[in-house]
């Protein structure tokens, strides 16, 4: 039996539900680059948005724009700015009982950290649009850890900056396949893919999911004290 004792959640897609957000910041971002909409060069790079959701943003645009980097970061701040736009149009909100399965988590005496491939400035965003200040022990974003998913950093660094004792006390839960590798690179013994966000059973499964959730809701059952993983 291994006994959990560090939470890593995602953000957009299996905490917080963003209503297709970063598809729609992203045609900001594409248009800083002279990117048309509707064109198969706009098709294409969408196609790659798509597949690599849960990857840093910024990594995503540095393989869009063939690794230019001035145009990288302008199409990142470009989305980062259209995103935080668009959640102050309020177009997020939590998952049914994301908030509640941190609360339980927390209280039963885990450590919970809330990850994200954005920029800081969005995350904060999104914790202040949510009214989510302090509901974690730590937020982390892929300029804190070194590098986004799906390299293990941003779980290793909760470990490290949280205490955890062996990465087999780790769970990890996300929505997308990068979500799964990075929990699976870092050692955590749970990897939980959830089904409110960006991929299917079958991409979580193929990326190394342990386990597969309706929703973050379900996490508590399996992860709390006492229960056998």
């Given at each position: 039996m291994t006994a959990i004792e560090l939470v890593v959640l995602d953000m957009a897609g299996t905490t917080v539900l963003d209503g297709g957000l970063?598809?729609?910041?992203?045609?900001?971002a594409v248009?800083?680059?002279?990117?048309?909409a509707g064109g198969a060069e706009h098709a294409r790079m969408l196609d790659h948005v798509r597949a690599t959701m849960g990857e840093s943003k910024i990594s995503v645009f540095r393989t869009l724009t063939g690794g230019d980097e001035d145009a990288a970061q302008r199409a990142n701040a470009a989305f980062e700015r259209a995103y935080a736009e668009l959640i102050g149009d309020g177009r997020c909100a939590?998952?049914?009982g994301a908030a509640e399965t941190i609360a339980a988590l927390r209280d039963a005496g885990l450590k919970v950290a809330?990850?994200?491939g954005f920029a800081r400035p969005t995350q904060d965003a999104i914790l202040h649009a949510l009214g989510w200040a302090g509901i974690a022990d730590l937020t982390l974003c892929p300029a804190d850890a070194g590098r986004g998913r799906p390299y293990p950093d941003l779980v290793l660094t909760a470990l490290l900056r949280l205490g955890a004792?062996?990465?087999?006390?780790?769970a990890v839960a996300g929505d997308t396949a990068f979500d799964m590798l990075a929990a699976r690179r870092a050692g955590a013994s749970v990897a939980a893919g959830v089904l409110t966000g960006a991929h299917d059973r079958a991409a979580l499964t193929e990326a190394g999911a342990t386990h597969v959730l309706a929703s973050v809701a379900d996490l508590p059952s399996l992860v709390l004290p006492g229960k056998v993983i």
């Open positions: 970063v598809e729609a910041a992203f045609a900001e248009a800083e680059l002279g990117v048309a939590p998952v049914p809330l990850t994200t004792t062996d990465v087999r006390n780790v």
